[in-house]
């Protein structure tokens, strides 16, 4: 069934999908493909660990600041306008990613490059709402969430291959023909929606936003590098981004035109599936840190390696996406969340499992089932929190839910790396308890004799192994912190409502029913309402 667009014309949703799924899955690849470039680059700029890092910061806070400016943007420029200007944006700043000569010249591209690409997705998702009728909205979910969801687990496997074979540069260069596909489709099929002036720009409340995410995303970041609060920076961070979100939620509930109206959040289902993308965005972005370090530093794989054994975890996101957008509607929205989170709760209880010496089968294993409970938590869970909102708040809404999920992914990362060192030393603290002198398992004939304490080869040999173990319970007690944190999530459910059954309408004769539709009106909404 076509909608009509503004001009009377049906509307492509195909095209429309295949224009904004090519910008969406651009923008969240260009979240993980620079990471296994960052040695490449470290070394093309002459720049330290703690430099080179800036250029993830600088593209991960200007991201986070800009996503909230999206819903007010799409209202009052219309949601085409901001589309491809922010794809013309994305595409330019890539390219002068690309071309750029310093390390200064590189985070600055970067910045332009987070504030261009933050309206992307959440853009994408109330498109996708709004030319599928509500029937539809579950497949089409699954449609969207194969380019939100396993873009960035696809992305370290494009970036390791870009940078071995061609040059980091690339992986900055290969955004140039895919925004040009999908401008030219937006320019084509895509429909202007109506613009909105319902209410003014608020300076202060957006201000105060930007000072509590930039400042919660810079010290979450840094934090682990600089100790946490043993450092000054983090601790002025965090009283700025504190301080920061007091006001704001003060503002929002005291001012007259706020820059996020309340009522957005007194619809139950959209702030439980909030609540719930919070944590999708902790498990996913948090297990996808550890896996590319745990098999390159423990198991000696090489990075092109690394990034294809993620890529299984990737295919079964995109098949269970698939199939659960065919279940949503007829199967409690509730119970296809659970049995995604029981899924993952699953494959992360396995991982504890994992020893220095497993193979390639028990990572593409544990990581299918993982991409498998991903795919049915995100496709419900994203269908249900837009059920029942008001449709006059689906630009602030996507935002929103964006925000939080990256919100959540940062939060994640920070936890699992912190406690990788944390436990890493006491682990390599207790472990070195038990060799001394004095300790006959040493002396056992099965012990490589190069594992001498008495000799100082033998005492850095036996240092090496045991840190290498130490290392290895960290990672561990990670994925058994993740498995814990997924299924406390599960509780979280029951705040979301059953979907409302529709009562079958009273039977009515044809031409009655034909009488009273009466004639089809002239023209139509620029966008098929939902």
Not at 192 to 202: I, L, M, N, V, Y
Not at 307 to 330: D, E, S
Not at 428 to 457: D, G, K, M
């Amino acid at each position: 069934m076509n909608a009509a667009s503004g001009s009377g014309q049906p509307l492509n949703r195909g095209m429309i999908t295949v224009s904004i799924m090519l910008a969406t899955i651009m923008q969240v690849v260009d979240m993980t493909i620079v990471n296994v470039a960052l040695p490449h680059m470290q070394g093309a700029m002459s720049a330290t660990q703690d430099q080179i890092s800036w250029v993830l910061t600088s593209y991960i806070v200007s991201a986070a600041i800009m996503t909230p400016l999206t819903g007010v943007l799409a209202d009052r420029l219309g949601r085409k306008t901001l589309f491809v200007g922010s794809v013309i944006g994305f595409t330019i700043a890539s390219m002068l990613c690309g071309m750029a000569t310093s390390l200064e010249e590189l985070v600055l591209f970067r910045c332009l490059q987070g504030a261009f690409g933050a309206p992307l997705v959440p853009l994408s998702q109330a498109v996708i709402l709004d030319i599928n009728p509500r029937e539809k909205h579950g497949s089409a979910m699954a449609l969207w969430g194969v380019g939100v969801m396993v873009g960035p687990i696809l992305g370290p496997t494009i970036g390791g291959y870009l940078t071995e074979y061609q040059s980091w540069r690339w992986t900055f260069y290969i955004n140039l023909p895919v925004g040009i596909l999908a401008l030219l489709g937006m320019l084509a099929f895509m429909p202007q929606s109506e613009r909105s002036a319902r209410r003014g720009f608020d300076l202060f409340g957006f201000a105060l936003l930007s000072l509590a995410v930039g400042g919660l995303q810079l010290m979450l970041d840094r934090g682990d590098a600089l100790d946490w609060f043993s450092s000054l920076e983090i601790i002025v961070e965090a009283v700025i981004s504190g301080l920061a979100a007091y006001l704001f939620l003060v503002h929002m509930f005291t001012a007259d035109k706020p820059f996020i109206e309340p009522g957005l959040f007194k619809d139950r289902n959209f702030t439980a599936g909030v609540l719930l993308i919070f944590s999708v965005g902790v498990m996913l972005f948090s297990t996808m840190a550890l896996l590319p370090p745990f098999m390159q530093s423990l198991l000696g794989f090489p990075v092109i390696t690394a990034g294809l054994l993620i890529a299984p975890r990737g295919i079964g996101t995109m098949v269970a996406m698939f199939a659960v957008g065919r279940l949503v509607g007829k199967i409690d929205t509730r119970a296809l969340v659970l049995f995604g989170l029981v899924l993952m709760a699953y494959s992360l209880w396995e991982m504890t499992k994992f020893t220095t010496d497993i193979g390639v089968y028990e990572i593409v294993y544990t990581g299918v089932f993982q991409g498998v409970g991903l795919g049915f938590i995100f496709v419900p869970l994203s269908a249900a929190a837009f059920s029942t909102l008001a449709q006059r708040y689906r630009n602030e809404g996507t935002a929103m839910f964006s925000l939080v999920r990256n919100v959540g992914s940062s939060i994640g990362i920070s936890i699992v790396v912190t406690i990788l060192g944390h436990e890493a030393q006491i682990s390599h603290a207790r472990l070195s308890e038990s060799i001394t002198l004095f300790n006959r398992a040493l002396l056992a004939p099965n012990v490589p004799q190069i594992w001498n304490p008495t000799t100082e080869l033998g005492a850095a040999a036996l240092n090496a192994t045991v840190a290498r173990q130490a290392l290895t319970i960290a990672y561990l007690n990670d994925f058994r912190l993740m498995m814990y944190l997924t299924l406390l999530a599960a509780p979280l459910l029951l705040l979301i409502r059953p979907p409302k059954r529709a009562a079958a309408a009273p039977p009515q004769p044809a031409p009655a029913a034909a009488a009273q539709r009466g004639p089809a009106p002239a023209g139509g909404s620029a966008i098929a309402r939902t």
